[in-house]
């Protein structure tokens, strides 16, 4: 007996200039406003290269990343669909690309109250570099929308930057 798979097809590939408008809605929807902060840089994501996941004709996940020298800074990174390994395949096809552009690691910001944040990227082999203690009210001035109470009830005080080295061999086509 044949059984339908529970978990359609996700292809994940480069955002193109045509996708802006829907990167921008996705952000806008996530991320509460037009810009992400991190380490007192405000960044217009929208505008920056990344990867998006496609279930069919749906949009499923984005990420998008900065690279600065031999560092990749992922700036943001979001499922609509949690535990179909959508996330996992976004932050695998960044570490490619940054390994293709020559970085030795990348890396990303999240807060202290994101605590799903900072376990799914332990668990894919990203460490804790630094607690950056009362970074969100510098941030806040950037972007005043920033909440003061986050996930589960935390207060939202400090950057938590983590990092990932990235291999020297040669990163699949």
């Not at 590939?13 to 992400?36: H, Y």
């Not at 960044?43 to 690279?67: K, M, N, V």
């Not at 390994?85 to 970085?103: D, N, P, S």
Request: a positive charge; charged letters at 25%; proline letters at 6%.
């Amino acid at each position: 007996m044949l059984t339908s798979n529970p978990y359609p097809i996700v292809r994940i590939r480069a955002i193109r200039e045509l996708d802006r408008p829907a990167v921008q809605r996705l952000l806008l929807r996530f991320w509460g406003g037009p810009g992400i902060v991190t380490r007192g840089r405000m960044h217009f994501a929208h505008t920056y290269p990344g990867f998006l996941a496609r279930t069919g004709e749906r949009i499923t996940g984005l990420l998008t990343y900065q690279i600065r020298g031999e560092r990749c800074e992922i700036i943001s990174l979001n499922s609509l669909r949690r535990r179909r390994g959508i996330g996992t395949r976004l932050v695998l096809a960044c570490q490619r690309r940054a390994r293709t552009a020559g970085c030795r690691e990348v890396w990303l910001i999240t807060t202290n109250d994101n605590l799903r944040a900072i376990g799914f990227y332990q668990q894919r082999g990203f460490r804790i570099r630094r607690v950056h203690a009362g970074a969100i009210e510098r941030s806040r001035r950037l972007k005043p929308s920033i909440p003061r109470i986050g996930m589960s009830g935390i207060p939202i005080r400090d950057e938590i930057e983590m990092y990932k080295p990235l291999s020297r061999r040669a990163a699949r086509p």
